[in-house]
């Protein structure tokens, strides 16, 4: 599986955050410096994150970004999701309860019991893996 460099960015900001916690906004552009990401495209990262509530943006001189909860409530899963959607390796194993789309071999494949527990698997890792376990290293 492989994740989106929106996913990356994303993480690697709200890591920044975490690290910063409690010491107030902290602006995308420093962010960037420190992580040698775009800041453009930080920008568009962190606009998706503020309008799922897992960023809080001030204005002014000494505005910036800060986490809306802290490091131990948000989870790789909470950023993962809100930047991407439904954490899932291949389309047949969404959360509905059939193929997505229509497969022909729904109901004899052969393979999907393997693609659920890999969903599951990579699921139970990442919502239970905080941005304070990755500021802890």
Do not use: H, N
């Not at 994740?3 to 902290?26: K, S």
Request: glycine share 10%; charged share 25%; hydrophobic share 40%.
């Amino acid at each position: 599986m492989k994740f989106t460099a929106r996913e990356q960015y994303g993480l690697r900001v709200m890591v920044e955050l975490a690290r910063r916690y409690g010491d107030g906004p902290v602006s995308l552009g420093e962010v960037a410096r420190i992580q040698g990401l775009s800041q453009g495209y930080l920008e568009q990262v962190a606009a998706a994150l503020r309008r799922a509530g897992l960023l809080v943006s001030r204005r002014g001189a000494a505005g910036g970004y800060i986490l809306a909860r802290g490091p131990d409530a948000i989870t790789v899963g909470d950023v993962i999701r809100v930047l991407e959607g439904e954490i899932v390796p291949m389309t047949c194993v969404t959360d509905a309860d059939t193929c997505a789309p229509a497969c022909a071999l729904e109901g004899q494949c052969a393979t999907r019991d393997v693609w659920l527990t890999v969903r599951m698997q990579l699921e139970r890792t990442l919502d239970s893996t905080t941005l304070a376990d990755l500021v802890r290293g």
